[in-house]
């Protein structure tokens, strides 16, 4: 199985700087609303370190099991069926918090749609390269993946979570738009789901409240605006410096879910421009590294996965600090590595794994040189033998 | 046809997705800019506006009422001064404040602060309870100057009757600083009320609510601007006693202001319907947080008003031992009804002349006439013939020497003294002619009033329940709520309750204690507290104080007994009929509410069994 290369050091340097961040940011944002909720300050935090040591566990299983088994359709469909019959399930399971989204684990709970924002990017990765041929076509091609991938962004958005079915669509449609899809069938894709947002959001009470209050906080500074007003204020407050880490006083009363979805607002707050700017960089170096990794890994489907599990992890965090700066309206996503969130961080954790395992697997065939050759090296080895499916 | 033409494709939309990556962080790095760097005064601004003040909204605590539903405890609202901590600007200068204007005690506030100081500065600190008018509209007129005092309506317990069945209900206070070291305060903080005495602090649990909150933002200046949220206090349980206030009164007011106390119970159920302890406190002085001096009167007086009596002390039980010795002669067999014993005024026994109380003597008596006129003679010998250990044993199976597990804390156990105890103890042997004296309950036995109504319960019914204070939900618990019941023959149970009748109906020593209509059974005591050389040496005052004690123990009616009564008095003299009228006042209170009068016009005092209960 060709030549073992190192894991990619600059990516687990990055993943596990933003995990340390993370936890550092956790224990200084979550000590007051721990206190609150269960009457122990070090409560919240512990458990995320859990859930961290869960999450390296992850990554390091993932890191060693061979990618090229996950091109294999049992396990794609699996994955696929799976994820799909957890999100059914969930919508018989009674309401917590007003939704259904997560299923009760014992002292844990598990939140199918992570798995699922995975899976889709699994299926899209193998529908690339398994039909690459017939892709292009509409009905042959793109509608048979519309259908799948619509059905698991409709379960996601019924237990109602936009934020993470957003998500998902956004990964799978960055996927779709790396792998070659055509631009007018991109363009379609974009004016077919401005009626869905439509019915989605300015239908919705509270999704319409919050486009308002992005738009406008001031109008309504304790009721909808609330939460954003707050996430700037802090933001804002935190002026160059920040006001020194767990000295801020926002996320004790005023902003809601300082550790959760709203844990960036704590990090502008506490360190300032620079501490945020920080965070932007690590993802971004996460983004370059992930998207070299994948860019030479050794066939196609690594290529899309690697690059489909980078989109799927920087742009919810992009969206995340997007939302907590207003540049988007508010709704429900946390940050990758981050936030407080046992599934997202498992996940998460286990899909770097995933790209680890691709850095590993050796040099690409989609490298600087292979471009000089002109696309024969797709040509011939792409898609019949050698080592384009060496790992199936 | 491949999707590619060749990976330039893919090279050439990674371009495109690299400078969407970018404009994405130039966009939130020039928001960024301008939140943190721009319009940083802004929003430090209204950062600073942004003030959030946590009210408390302490939860009343739940009510207790007697047995019939009246109301014994209760809370009141009263306006309590508050310093919100974190509004604090200069702590000095608001303890000035509150000295000089308000003539608060600089000590005492700061004692409550220290308390308080260990938890996070959102929670206040009540610095005064229950102000007045004048202090109220003191503070209101300086409000603009001291944001961080405010006023809040909060509950705080009273006790309606004052002192009435004061150790029963107990008082509450401040949880103590080693309180919350221990497990059973884990979820209370400084400054929280908690029961302390009585019923208030075994069930504390039941009666604490759970306290509210409301929080608001409020401006640099204290002024309200915005709710956030509420969550509205929860009273705490209702607690109903099986006390009757109607005869806890009547107990109380005929013992006065001399050390006593009376106990009643309901031997079917272990209802305790009285638990009288004189002289008493009144807990709302503990409600509104007495000073040092009214605290230090209280625990300093000699009379010890803190001591629940009934349960806490403990004396020699003199003459109503005599019960229980019957029961162990008749049982173990050594006497019968007809066993007849020659009293000539004193018997001589190992060496020592033991004399009767009645000097002349009461002749030829059977157990019978030795009950009823209370002679020593008969029980010395009977004694004699037991021997200590079967006397123990016997004390121990009705409950002598043990707890009850009354439903209070700090029941004393007594002493029931045996031959190991001797030993252990007192590092001798015991002498046979100790036995003498423990015969006519003197010597190291002490007993609670509680243990001996309890035993004079299972000498009466044959049955023996916990005795409790709180009636349960569920009233038809019967195996919950029994003991093991010791097992004694029933004739023999019987000779003595007609011995005891014969005390009170039929000129015995209890004479005292009869009620026209309801057939009363008792027994009196008398034990003398200091020797005669003693006393002639103490001051008439100091002689008083320690004058025998008096009691009397009873039931009523005589067949099926409906109550069991124990009165104990310090300074009660001899012979047992103060102790015995007390009684009598009480069992005709019981009776009158009791008695049903029947169409016809015939009394009927004994179906009454349960109708009591709410």
Known sequence: ?392 | MPIYQDNRELLQRMRWLQVICVLVFIGLFAKLWSLTVLDFELYKNLAERNRVRTIPELAPRGLINDREGRVLVDNVYGFNLLLYRDEVQDLNETLNFLVDGLGLDRKTIQERLKDTGQYDIYRATVLKENLTMEENAYLLARKAEHPELGILKQPRRIYRYGSLAAHVAGYVGEVSREQLKQSEFGANRAGDIVGQFGVERTYDQDLTGQDGRRRVLVDALGKFLQDLDHVEPVRGKELTLTIDLDLQAEAESHLGEDPGAVIAFDPNTGEILVMASRPAFDPNQFALRMTQTEWDQLVGNPDAPMQNRTIQSTSSPGSTFKIVMALAGLEKGIIDNDTSVYCGGSVDLYGNRFHCWKTGGHGHVTLQEALQHSCNVYFYLLGQKLGVQEIAAFSRRLGLGGSLGIDLLGEALGLVPSEEWKREVRGEPWYAGETISLAIGQGPLLVTPAQLARAVGIVATGKAPNLHLVLTDTPDAPEQSFMQTPEFSQENLDLIRDAMWSSVNDGGTGQAARVAGFDVAGKTGTVQTISLETRQRLSEEEAARFESNAWFVGFAPRNDPEIIVAVMMQRGGSGGSAAATIAREILRVYYEKHKKVQPDGMELAFQIKSKQRM
């Open chain 1, 1 to 392: 199985m060709g030549n073992k290369i190192p894991y990619d050091q600059g990516l687990i340097a990055v993943v596990l700087a933003l995990v340390g961040f993370g936890l550092i940011m956790v224990f200084s944002a979550s000590t007051v609303v721990s206190g609150e909720l269960h009457g122990s300050q070090s409560r919240i935090f512990t458990r995320q370190l859990v859930l961290v040591i869960v999450g390296l566990l992850a990554l390091m299983v993932t890191m060693r099991i061979d990618y090229h088994f996950y091109r294999r359709a049992e396990v794609v469909y699996c994955t696929l069926l799976g994820s799909g019959a957890l999100l059914v399930y969930i919508l018989f399971t009674p309401i917590a918090s007003g939704v259904h989204r997560w299923i009760r684990l014992g002292p844990a709970s598990f939140q199918p749609s992570e798995l699922a924002k995975l899976a889709v990017v699994l299926f899209t990765a193998f529908y690339l390269v398994t039909r690459q041929k017939q892709f292009h076509f509409f009905w042959r091609g793109l509608v048979p993946y519309l259908i799948v991938v619509g059905a698991v962004i409709l379960l996601v958005l019924a237990e109602p979570d936009l934020g993470t079915a957003a998500s998902i669509a956004l990964s799978a449609s960055l996927l779709l738009f790396l792998g070659g899809l055509r631009y007018r069938y991109l363009l379609g894709l974009m004016l077919i789901s401005l009626p869905a947002l439509y019915f989605l959001v300015v239908r919705v009470p509270y999704r319409l409240n919050r486009i308002l209050a992005f738009i406008d906080p001031e109008k309504d500074p304790y009721g909808i605006g609330y939460q954003i007003r707050q996430s700037l204020i802090a933001v804002g407050s935190g002026g160059w410096n920040g006001l020194g880490y767990a000295q801020g006083t926002q996320k004790l009363f005023f902003l809601p879910e300082p550790h959760t979805d709203f844990i960036y607002a704590v990090v502008g707050e506490e360190l300032g421009f620079l501490g945020s700017v920080a965070m932007i960089v690590l993802f971004s170096l996460l983004f370059w590294r992930g998207a070299r990794i994948a860019m030479r890994a050794d066939t196609p489907f690594g290529t899309y996965l690697g690059l489909g599990i980078v989109c799927m992890i920087v742009f919810q965090a992009f969206i995340n600090m997007s939302m907590v700066t207003s540049l988007l309206p508010t709704k429900g996503l946390p940050l990758p590595f981050v936030s407080v969130g046992g599934s997202s961080m498992i996940i998460t954790m286990a899909a770097v794994g995933i790209l680890l395992n691709i850095s590993r697997q050796g040099s690409g065939w989609v490298t600087p040189d292979s471009q000089s050759k002109d696309g024969s090296f797709f040509g011939s080895s792409g898609e019949g033998g050698g080592r384009y499916s060496k790992g199936v």
